[in-house]
């Protein structure tokens, strides 16, 4: 019985001498991104007596068994099980890219291939891509942004709103918000002042993290400039502020003048200030106290750069505050003619004077004047007063006398009342 067990085991070995170690993992190919660690499998089954290695794409031989046998410290070989001898190279780089060969030194030798790609997230070249370009307006200008990456990055372009808010630039310039222009050069023709701003690349292969980067775009024009009042008023006495808006890169030099003469800095009458607005564009403003006759007249906002000069004018004129015309009453006096009052026999009144109650003061009544012809002549006729001869004699000599008297009496008695 012992005999037969041994013939057992020794077929069984020979059986196992005899087959020949296969690979049980099928050809890969493996990519990883550039920094990480690669992970080349190979599995092998019945080994036995042989013996495995790892050579690369030139036929350097890397590591024998478990061992490493080149100076390059990122390079092992990691079993977690019986049959795997996996090569594992970490901080893979882009020279580590190509073919890997697992070998088995059987009679012919047993290789099984593994390539390793490696994929490069995306970069932009800085010694190539400039961060400020100026140009002239009405010239052209080309941005670049050189990239690099595996695979090869696609590079978009984009504006940036120069308010915030703002999802597009003005129709003046042929940049939009996103411009739609790929490729590593952005060509802008017939540049204008609104086409000045910051310009953005974003090169992505997706390849996590993707990249930016942007220039800034100064277009230098002359100067422009807008005054909001042609014509100014104030009266004699106040202040008053003229502001000019000045739009020009670069700022230059901008000043205020009264009729073509510039205004003394020494004197504290007149005061300048300047406001930054953005966008190139600043508030020139002159403050006049106390304005007199001499102040009046015309007032120049002159603006120059490099580029050129511009200048505008406004009218500043004494307002004169109207004042009302005095008021005229007109009084119309009506004559009236009054009959004396009977004292109703008090004899402490005045004659000639009017008594409108008991307890009031006396008023003034002014009387009608008597005439030399009078209606009380006898026959009631306006004849003249006839004087008998001192010869006449008889009845009607009496009788006239006596009406001449009493006529004459009368006339004696209103004239007392009414003096003329």
């Not at 190279?89 to 020279?95: A, F, M, N, Q, Y």
């Not at 009607?396 to 009496?409: D, P, Q, W, Y």
Request: net charge positive.
């Amino acid at each position: 019985m012992w005999i037969v067990v041994v013939a057992v085991v020794a077929y069984v070995k020979v059986s196992l001498a005899a087959q020949d170690p296969t690979f049980e993992t099928p050809v890969v190919n493996v990519t990883v991104v550039e920094g990480a660690t690669a992970v080349l499998p190979c599995k092998v089954s019945h080994l036995g007596r042989h013996k495995v290695a790892w050579t690369d794409q030139w036929s350097t031989l890397l590591a024998f068994m478990d061992t490493r046998i080149i100076d390059d410290e990122r390079i092992s070989v990691d079993r977690p099980y019986g049959n795997d001898w996996n090569l594992h190279i970490s901080g893979v780089k882009l020279d580590d890219q190509g073919i890997y060969n697992c070998q088995i030194n059987t009679k012919p030798v047993k290789i099984q291939t593994v390539v390793l790609n490696i994929l490069v997230p995306p970069r932009i070249l800085g010694a190539q891509s400039d961060t400020e370009v100026v140009v002239n307006e009405g010239l052209s200008v080309s941005l670049s942004c050189n990239v690099s990456g595996i695979p090869r990055p696609t590079v978009m372009w984009y504006k940036k709103p120069t308010q915030p808010g703002q999802s597009k630039d003005s129709e003046f310039c042929p940049a939009t918000a996103r411009i739609g222009f790929s490729g590593e050069v952005l060509m802008i023709h017939n540049v204008t002042r609104h086409c000045g701003g910051k310009y953005e690349c974003v090169a992505d292969n997706g390849v996590p993290p993707a990249v930016k980067r942007q220039i800034n775009v100064g277009v230098k024009f002359p100067p422009e400039i807008h005054i909001h009042n042609k014509r100014i008023g104030q009266v004699r006495g106040k202040d008053t502020i003229l502001e000019c808006v000045v739009t020009a890169h670069p700022q230059g030099v901008s000043v205020w003048k009264f009729e073509n003469r510039q205004l003394p800095k020494a004197l504290q009458k007149y005061r300048v200030e300047v406001f930054e607005e953005g966008s190139h564009t600043i508030t020139l403003s002159l403050r006049i106290s106390k304005l007199n006759e001499h102040d009046y007249g015309e007032y120049t906002c002159v603006a120059s750069n490099s580029m050129g000069s511009d200048s505008k004018r406004t009218l500043l004129y004494e307002h004169i505050i109207p004042t009302k015309p005095p008021t005229t009453t007109t009084t119309t006096t009506r004559a009236t003619t009054t009959s004396l009052r009977p004292t109703q026999g008090k004899t402490d009144q005045i004659p000639g004077y009017d008594y409108p109650s008991e307890n009031g003061p006396p008023e003034y009544i002014p009387r009608p004047t008597l005439k030399k012809v009078h209606p009380l002549l006898p026959g009631g006729k306006n004849d003249p007063i006839v004087v008998g001869s001192a010869g006449s004699k008889g009845p009607e000599s009496g009788a006239r006398k006596n009406s001449v008297f009493s006529t004459v009496l009368l006339m004696c008695i209103f004239s007392l009342l009414n003096p003329l």
